[in-house]
Nanobody, 124 residues
Framework: QVQLVESGGGLVQSGGSLRLSCAAS????????MGWFRQAPGKEREFVAG????????YYPDSMKGRFIISRDNAKNTLYLQMNSLKPEDTAVYYC?????????????????WGKGTLVTVSS
C-alpha cells in the first residue's frame, strides 16, 4: 500500500497561486493513477484533477481546466497541483488520491488510498 502526505496549503488572496505537493511512500509510486480531490465546508468531495501512471495523460473537470495543472515526478515519488487565479470558492481541504488503476480510474472515483488533506483558504 501507499502512504500519501499533502503539503503546500495555506492562506492566499483571490487571484493568487499555490502549488500543492503530495509525497508518496511505501510502494512503487509510478504504478498508481493519481489525483486531487477537494471538499469545501458543507459540500461533498469533488474531483479536481487526475493523472496517468506516466504523467502523459491528465484529466480535469470543465470547471478546473485552465486554472489547475496536475503533474507528477515519479523519480521523486511526488504529485503536484499548481493552482492559479484562485477564487474564494476554491477554499477547501485538498486531498491527494491514489488508484491501483490508471488515471481514468481516479476520475471515476475509484480511489484506493487517500491522504489526510491540506487546507487551502482563498480570501476575497
Amino acid at each position: 500500500q501507499v502512504q500519501l502526505v499533502e503539503s503546500g496549503g495555506g492562506l492566499v488572496q483571490s487571484g493568487g497561486s499555490l502549488r500543492l505537493s503530495c509525497a508518496a511512500s511505501g510502494s512503487t509510486f509510478s504504478r498508481y493513477g493519481m489525483g486531487w480531490f477537494r471538499q469545501a465546508p458543507g459540500k461533498e468531495r469533488e474531483f479536481v484533477a487526475g493523472i496517468s501512471w506516466s504523467g502523459r495523460s491528465t484529466y480535469y473537470p470543465d470547471s478546473m481546466k485552465g486554472r489547475f495543472i496536475i503533474s507528477r515526478d515519479n523519480a521523486k515519488n511526488t504529485l503536484y497541483l499548481q493552482m492559479n487565479s484562485l477564487k474564494p470558492e476554491d477554499t477547501a481541504v485538498y486531498y491527494c488520491a491514489a488508484s491501483t488503476g490508471p488515471g481514468a480510474s481516479v476520475v471515476a472515483g475509484e480511489v484506493n488510498y487517500w491522504g489526510k488533506g491540506t487546507l487551502v483558504t482563498v480570501s476575497s
